[in-house]
């Protein structure tokens, strides 16, 4: 992470020792979430990230679970885009934690709040390091339940890209599975899968998949593709499979976008994608197109200005006599001359009708 600073009121404990990483010293406060906090530290064999467990949740045995099923994932799990466990340990007050590399880079969040919109191919490069972090998850039988901007590092040095996966925590494993979790403490709602939000507990590998989707929606148009300011709102729009198409928002994008998101958002789990590497795949692909080309900007119609008395006479007075040279007919020059013109319409009118 970034130049973590600590925050106030957020003194960490000095030192923690964590096996076999062997004694860490804990400089600043790097997050926050619902199972912990994790601190950056320093260690003999370099700097380290280090979680442990929430002080509220303490004396919480379901949380001891929770928290020690999460280090046996990590020491499950094997891939490049998640950070290797290193140790783990207690601190001096006996609270559990545990020692893993340290990401580099700034969260997708972050990345996201400075530039709401990525280009296709930064979007695709982003969410295809992410898909192969929940590909090796999901080989392993490992369901993470809440992937997000926040859990995702992402570290840029020039054409270089890294990509972490984060947190765990309400991760489900094969040998986890009586621990009990429900919708309300399961991710985040705006990355919900329907059967993540409807039936968490039947929820499988198919809601990891669902959370990139928004996550890549996210990053091609700057906004979720489902309103969750309110769960009602949130659930009949997810219920429906409602949502914008993304070449609305942002006309430039390649039309196999659109197809792209019609699958992955299929409210049928057996119509979309069935793998992590097939979304990668398909999403990878749609924003190779070439992009759509920019719609012209309608020439704003100018603003007439109110004509003078005078200005309007003049107009009126040309009209007339360009009309009565269509006619071949004199344009009248007197009240006399008017009258005479009048009674002469007036007789060629007649002799029409009666022929």
Not at 79 to 86: G, K
Not at 209 to 234: D, N
Not at 317 to 343: D, F, G, I
Request: aromatic share 4%.
């Amino acid at each position: 992470m970034t130049a973590p600073t600590l925050r106030p009121g957020a003194a960490p404990p000095p030192v923690v020792r964590c096996e076999p990483l062997g004694t860490v010293t804990l400089d600043a406060l790097a997050g926050e979430g619902g199972m912990g906090r994790v601190w950056t530290g320093r260690s003999d064999a370099g700097p380290v990230a280090v979680k442990v467990l929430a002080p509220h949740l303490v004396d919480t045995p379901e949380a001891h679970r929770r928290f020690e099923r999460e280090v046996t994932i990590a020491e499950t799990l094997d891939s490049r885009r998640v950070p290797r466990l290193l140790g783990r340990g207690v601190t001096a007050d006996g609270v559990p934690c545990f020692a893993m590399d340290l990401a580099r880079g700034l969260t997708l969040e972050a990345v996201l709040a400075g530039a709401p919109r990525l280009s296709p191919a930064r979007t695709a490069a982003i969410v295809g390091q992410v898909l192969e972090a929940i590909a090796d998850a999901h080989r392993a039988g490992i369901t993470h339940r809440d992937v997000k901007p926040g859990n995702v590092m992402v570290h840029e040095a020039g054409d270089a890209l890294d990509v972490k996966l984060l947190d765990f925590g309400v991760a489900r494993a094969p040998w986890s599975s009586s621990i009990t979790l429900d919708s309300h403490t399961l991710g985040t709602l705006r990355y919900m899968s329907p059967e993540l939000l409807f039936d968490a507990r039947s929820a499988g590998p198919e809601c990891d998949l669902w959370a990139a989707a928004v996550i890549a929606y996210e990053c091609l148009t700057g906004r979720a593709p489902f309103p969750s300011e309110s769960l009602g709102r949130f659930a009949l729009a997810l219920d429906a499979a409602a949502f914008t198409p993304a070449t609305t928002l942002s006309p430039t994008l390649p039309d196999a976008v659109d197809a792209f998101f019609a699958k992955a958002f299929a409210r049928d789990p057996g119509a979309r994608y069935r793998s992590a590497p097939e979304l990668a795949d398909a999403l990878a692909a749609a924003c190779a197109e070439p992009a759509r080309a920019t719609p012209a900007r309608a020439t704003p119609a100018r603003r007439s200005r109110p004509l003078t008395q005078g200005a309007t006479r003049a107009v009126m007075a040309t009209a007339s006599r360009r009309m009565a040279a269509r006619l071949k007919l004199a344009p009248p020059r007197s009240k006399e001359a008017t009258r005479v013109w009048s009674r002469r319409q007036a007789a060629r009118g007649r002799r029409r009708t009666r022929d």
